[in-house]
C-alpha cells in the first residue's frame, strides 16, 4: 500500500513516533503447512526512525516480489507474494548505512522474525527452521560491522593493542561459530569447517593488512618490524591448490599478501597505476610455483584489470601468458576477452 502524498506526515508518523510493519513473504495464512520447496518468514520490525529497509532477493534485485520498502516519507509500499520453489535466496535488510541484517532463506524454512532498528543487535529475535543458520549469520554481520568501525582507527595503533583487538574479534566470531548445533537439517553440511576455515583466513589477512599499514618508510624510525613469527601462519596457507581459488576469502588473502611483498619490495619509491599493477603481477609469479595455480591467479588477476588493456605493463603480461601458460583455455579465454574490451573500446 502507497500512501498518498497528500496526506500529513505528522498524522502518519504518530505523535509517538512508533510504527510496526508486520511482513509476511508469503500470502499463506498464518499456520499452513509449507509446501515442499517452499519457504516463509513472518514476523514484525519496529521502525520509528523510519530508516532505509529492504529484503530483496539478490538473485534478482530488480524484482519487486518478495520485497517491501519502508523508506517512503509519507508511508509504506508493501509487496509480497509467496515465495516459489526455488528459494536459495539471501534476503536484505539495511537498517542504516553502518548496520546491516541478512536473512538466508533455503526450502523448508520457516523463519519469524523481531527487530528493533533502533538497536537491532540487542532485539533481534530470530525463531522456526532455519533459526540456527540465521541467528549465526545475523550477529556475525552485526559483530562485523562493529569491528570494522573500530578498526579504521586501530589500525594506527600499536601492535600489542592492536593484537589485542584481533584476537578480542576472532574469539568472537568463534564464539559465535560454537553456538551452532553439530547438525542441523537446516545448516548446510560442511558449514561449521568452512566457516573456521575462513574465519581464520580473514584473521590473517588481517594481520597482513596491518604489516602494510606499518611498513616502515626510508629514514623512517616504526614501531613495528613484522618477523618470521609474525608471518608464521603462511607456512599452513596452501599455495598451490587452485580448489582454494574458489574460496573469496583465500583469494582475498593471496591479494592482501601480494600487496605486502609488492610495497615492501618498493618501499621509498613512487609508483603509477601502471607500475604497480605490473609489480603486483610479478608479484603473483613469485608466490605461485604451481603452473595450474598461478595460471588460474594470473588469469583473474588480468581479468580483474582489462579496463587496463592499452597499458604497455598488460598488453607484456599478456604477451607472456599466451607464451608460457599451461591452460590453453585459458589462454583462449583471456584473448577472447582482451578482443571484446578492445572492440568495445573503438566502438565508443
Known sequence: MLLSKGKNPGIILLPVFIIIFL?????????????????????????PTRNFIEFKKTTDPAAKNDTIKLNDVYGAETKSDTLSSD????????????????????KEFDIK??????????????????????????????????????NVNLLKSGPEEYSRF????????????????????????????LEAKNIYLTFNTLKLNYAIEHLREEGEASQFTPDETYFAFLKEIPFDNPEELKNLNYELLVSTYADYLSKKENIGKTL??????????????????????????????????????EMDWYKNAVEEFRSTASSDSLKVELTKLKDTRERLSNED
Request: positive net charge; glycine residues 6%.
Open 23 to 47: 511482513i509476511g513473504f508469503s500470502s499463506c495464512k498464518s499456520g499452513r503447512k509449507l509446501e515442499t520447496g517452499e519457504a516463509r518468514i513472518k514476523g514484525r520490525i519496529v521502525n
Open 87 to 106: 528459494v536459495n535466496s539471501k534476503n536484505l535488510i539495511t537498517s542504516n548505512n553502518t548496520q546491516q541484517l541478512s536473512i538466508l532463506l533455503d
Open 113 to 150: 522474525l523481531w527487530v528493533d532498528t533502533r538497536d537491532p543487535s540487542a532485539s533481534l529475535s530470530i525463531s522456526g527452521n532455519g533459526a540456527d543458520l540465521n541467528n549465526y549469520v545475523a550477529r556475525k554481520l552485526m559483530l562485523n560491522s562493529e569491528f570494522n568501525q573500530k
Open 166 to 193: 584481533l584476537k578480542e574479534y576472532k574469539a568472537g566470531l568463534d564464539k559465535l561459530l560454537s553456538g551452532l548445533p553439530s547438525k542441523s537439517p537446516y545448516i548446510p553440511e560442511g558449514f561449521r569447517e
Open 272 to 309: 603509477t597505476q601502471d607500475q604497480w599493477l605490473s609489480a603486483k603481477y610479478e608479484t603473483y609469479k613469485k608466490i605461485f610455483r604451481d603452473p595450474a595455480t598461478r595460471d588460474r591467479v594470473l588469469f583473474e588477476f588480468l581479468k580483474k584489470n582489462i579496463r587496463q588493456f
